[in-house]
Structures are given as structure tokens and as C-alpha cells.
């Protein structure tokens, strides 16, 4: 806020006072206007973070981590007791080395194959960034990925969507897997814990190989069910869906749900993720957008 000029104080008494009333009068509107569009920030604010679910969406969104972040964070909850909860949900766990930087750089890995059945057959590539190791190398993640998109649990379970891998022409979605400082590059670090994302502006999905070698604290070391997870989760977003919170305590986690940070609502709102209210809700780890059948 301006401050007078204390020459003011010292002006003739036969001078009038009109400058100095004109100025304080300035300074009052402004402080009242910027009092006004605080408020109003303050509401739209409130009112952005308290939607509801969105339905699924289109993939014209920007990069989505693993958490997704298609709408702007919430803040971080400010209980201390509950946010270090949230972090030991959402920290990488112990486990197998990993890349920690590539070239950035990304080689389509060799082999296509059929259709399967659904009304939407998306083309996909599988691709991997050039320095990226990975047990089982480049073939194994290849093979990895085919199997969960053909799996009767996953997006092919209610006919609607089909997938087909190809290895030239130009895809649908890219499914790369890439370095953990490629990974943050792309996906953004806005919350400082290890993810995966989609991106609609290069139709990829980046699949982080740090999550990928360690699996996640929710999953209690369960890495092939996890991998299954991530792989469901990020093309789910590439085939239009958003972020959901758990629905119901002890039910099965929806696969869009940020299970790489946590099953708990309270834990995800803690964190400033999107789409998550704190209501006492925690689910079961789940990788499957339809585990027990097609829907």
C-alpha cells in the first residue's frame, strides 16, 4: 500500500487540503478493491475444489500424473499429523535399482498383432527411452503391457474399447516407458512424489520406471499387480477418463483412483491431488477397471 509524503505535513495552512483528502481517498477504493477480488478468488477457489466427479472426459487435457493433474491442485491439508501419513503413502519404497536419467529419446520396440474386440480399437505403440534398463528388457515390458490390454478385467471388459499394437504408422497412444527424471520433466513435479502420466498434446503415456521397478506402498510389494494398475490407469486416461476417490471403505479401489500415492481419501486430499475430498474413506489396492467381469 502507497504511503503519503511526509513533506505533506509540513504544506502552508492557507493551502487546501484537496490533494491530500483526493490521495487517501485513492488509497481506501484501492484497498477495498483489492479486498473484493480477494473475496472473489477466494469463492471461485472454494467452489473449483468442492465439484463433484467429473464423467469421462475427452484426452484434449494437459499431462495428467499419477495423479493426473487435469484441474489445479488443491492445497495441502494443513493437519502435520495426517500430511506425514500421506507421504509415507506416497513415497517410492525400497526395492531394485532403476534409470534415473535417459536420453530422452525413445525407440519403438518391435511387434504388432490383432485386434481384439471392441467397439474402439485405439492403435498403440510400445516404446522405450533410449538408456532405460529394465529386468527383462525392452521385450519383456513389451510383452507386459500386450497382456494387460488383452486382459477380459481391464478397458476391453465391456466391449466398449479394443486395442491393437503396432509398430509403424502413426498411434493412437505411445506407452513409454522412460527414466524417473525424464518421467518428472513430463509429467510435472507440482506434488514431489514419484508418478506416471498422460500426455493429450503427444497422445503418450509415460510410464515412470521408478514406480515400474518398486511398485507402490499401497500395493505392500505386490509389483505385478501394480504394474497392472499403471498401465490400466494411465491409458485410461488416454482413452478419456478422469480421477476418481475411493467410493465406499473396503471396496475394491476404482482403477482411476491415485493408487500410486495411497487408497485413502483423507491421504490424497492431504496431498493436494484433484477430484478427492477428505471424507474417512479408504479402499483395497484394485488393478482393474472391471475385476470381477465385464459391466
Not at 475430498?277 to 465385464?294: E, Q, S, Y
Request: charged letters at 20%; proline letters at 7%; hydrophobic letters at 35%.
Amino acid at each position: 500500500m502507497a504511503r503519503l509524503d511526509p513533506a505533506g505535513h509540513h504544506r502552508r495552512k492557507s493551502r487546501p487540503r484537496t490533494r491530500r483528502t483526493l490521495a487517501t481517498s485513492v488509497v481506501v477504493t484501492l484497498m477495498l478493491l483489492g479486498l473484493t477480488g480477494f473475496a472473489v478468488r477466494e469463492a471461485a477457489r472454494s467452489q473449483q475444489t468442492a465439484q463433484p466427479d467429473a464423467p469421462p472426459a475427452s484426452t484434449s487435457a494437459g499431462p495428467h500424473d499419477a495423479a493426473g493433474h487435469a484441474s489445479p491442485n488443491q492445497l495441502p491439508n494443513p493437519d502435520p499429523q495426517l500430511y506425514n501419513a500421506a507421504m509415507a503413502s506416497a513415497e517410492l519404497p525400497p526395492g531394485g535399482d532403476f534409470t534415473v536419467e535417459g536420453a530422452k529419446r525413445w525407440a519403438v520396440v518391435p511387434g504388432s498383432g490383432a485386434p481384439t474386440t471392441g467397439t474402439n480399437v485405439v492403435k498403440y505403440t510400445v516404446e522405450v527411452e533410449e538408456g532405460v534398463q529394465v529386468v527383462g528388457g525392452v521385450a519383456g515390458f513389451a510383452s507386459d503391457v500386450d497382456t494387460i490390454l488383452r486382459d477380459p478385467r481391464g478397458w476391453i471388459g465391456n466391449g466398449k474399447h479394443g486395442f491393437q499394437r503396432v509398430d509403424s504408422g502413426k498411434p493412437d497412444l505411445r506407452i513409454s516407458l522412460t527414466s524417473q527424471m525424464t518421467t518428472r520433466k513430463l509429467c510435472g513435479w507440482q506434488i514431489q512424489f514419484e508418478g506416471s502420466c498422460f500426455s493429450s498434446t503427444e497422445n503418450r503415456v509415460t510410464i515412470n520406471v521408478a514406480r515400474w521397478v518398486r511398485g507402490a506402498v499401497s500395493y505392500q510389494g505386490a509389483l505385478v499387480e501394480y504394474k497392472q494398475y499403471v498401465i490400466n490407469h494411465e491409458v485410461g486416461h488416454g482413452i478419456g477418463y478422469e480421477h476418481r476417490p475411493c467410493q465406499e471403505s473396503g471396496a475394491l479401489a476404482p482403477v482411476m483412483m491415485q493408487q500410486s500415492w495411497g487408497v485413502s481419501n483423507d491421504y490424497l486430499a492431504a496431498l493436494g491431488t484433484d477430484r478427492v475430498k477428505a471424507d474417512g474413506k479408504v479402499c483395497r489396492p484394485n488393478a482393474w477397471p472391471f475385476p470381477t467381469g465385464a459391466r
